[in-house]
């Protein structure tokens, strides 16, 4: 089916708000009513819009209302991390219709890795679903965005230098596009937000650290992908030490590597607890323990003076601290919010929120579902994106 460019510009008007008359869509877009009325008979022959109820005007008959029918197709998603995947299909509004989680571990493979999460994403198909239109996976690693390549992770044995697309397309005709995990999670935190933040920055706190960066509305990738990196960038301890801790990067003195899970595990390890990870770190934080505690206000200030220049560069309007050890609240949110609060300009920190995530679990497999909705349905992919159908 062939679209017109300006009906894939109609059907981002409309898919970015609640359903609307001609006459709304006239007023959003500028157009004449004749060619407002051609577009939303090419999107309702395209079965992209479908009538959504009447708006009772002044005088007249009821207006009709469009909106996005996103019952047409599927997308399917899978939220990988170290240790698990959370998989999903979900229709084209990014609505999970189906999902599941699948245990793993990462430094497995590719090859495993993905061999795991496609079965279990199969296994959510049912006859009579929807063609899928694009398939999304979020990865913890960094990503070359422009070609969904791994590149130097430092947790994923086995990725480096895999175009995760290029061993998937054998089995998925569709567009795939592969993110990093922090810039899923941020995305999928900016969705979710209301009033919408259209300035956040997610920060991932588990084994290692990593952050995604939403600015004026868009994830910000960076030239290559690799923005957000906040966890090898250089920290300043609490307490300054004789020489500044190895990273797992191979650099010294990263914040990941005063305020990683893995570095507070190694310091209350030296403490004389009985720690080998950040799940023996969680369960001593479960007990109250006074020691892992104590780790977790330090790891949060370090954490905080990171997060101080960013909130000067970026002046978002929130913090979200998302990750395993997010669970650990206010004792590493505490320090996060005294060292933003001193570092910054008071105008970036007045109206300032830092917070948890409300939905830590879910808010990857939103984050990919709907930058993939936004890319294959974009007015200049979206001609393609029917082709293939
Ligand atoms: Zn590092």
């Not at 990093?180 to 650290?209: C, I, Q």
């Not at 570095?263 to 892992?292: K, S």
Request: hydrophobic share 45%; aromatic share 4%.
């Amino acid at each position: 089916m062939q679209l017109s460019p300006q009906a894939g510009d109609l059907l981002r008007v409309i898919r970015s708000g609640a359903p609307r008359t001609r006459a709304e869509l006239g007023d959003l877009t500028g157009w004449a009513r004749v060619t407002v009325n051609a577009r939303i008979d090419e999107l309702l022959d395209a079965r992209l819009v479908r009538p959504m109820g009447a708006a009772n005007g002044a005088r007249g008959r009821p207006a009709g209302r469009f909106g996005f029918d996103a019952s047409q197709g599927t997308l399917l998603i899978a939220d990988v991390g170290a240790s698990a995947a959370r998989v999903a299909r979900c229709d084209l509004n990014g609505t999970v219709l189906a999902q599941d989680t699948v245990p793993l571990f990462i430094g497995d493979g590719p090859d495993t890795v993905l061999g795991l999460v496609i079965d279990r994403l199969e296994s959510l198909r049912a006859p009579g679903d929807a063609p899928a239109w694009g398939l999304g996976m979020s990865l913890p690693g960094p990503i070359e965005i422009s070609t969904g390549r791994v590149v130097s992770p430092p947790i994923m044995t086995g990725w480096n230098g895999i175009a995760v697309p290029e061993l998937l397309r054998p089995r998925y005709d569709l567009p795939i596009l592969i993110l990093n995990d922090s810039d899923a999670m941020a995305w999928g935190e900016h969705v979710r937000s209301v009033p919408r933040a259209d300035d956040l920055l997610l920060v991932k706190v588990g084994t290692g650290v990593g952050a995604g960066i939403v600015a004026n509305g868009r994830i910000v990738y960076g030239a290559q992908g690799a923005a957000g990196d906040l966890g090898h960038t250089v920290g300043h301890p609490v307490h300054p030490r004789e020489a500044p801790p190895l990273c797992r990067c191979g650099k010294t003195g990263c914040i990941e590597a005063y305020a990683g899970g893995w570095a507070i595990a190694r310091d209350l390890a030296a403490d004389g607890a009985a720690v080998t990870g950040l799940n023996d770190v969680l369960r001593l934080l479960q007990a109250g323990d006074p020691r892992a505690i104590q780790r977790i206000r330090e790891a949060g200030r370090v954490l905080g003076s990171g997060l101080a220049l960013a909130v000067s560069l970026l002046n978002p309007s929130e913090i979200v601290v998302a990750g395993q050890l997010a669970v650990a609240g206010e004792h590493l949110l505490s320090g996060i919010r005294e060292h933003v609060a001193a570092n910054s300009l008071p105008l970036a920190t007045r109206d300032l929120r830092i917070r948890t995530s409300d939905s830590p679990n879910e808010v990857g497999v939103t984050g990919v579902a709907h930058a993939l909705a936004d890319w294959i349905l974009a007015p200049e992919h979206l001609a393609a994106t029917l082709a293939r159908l």
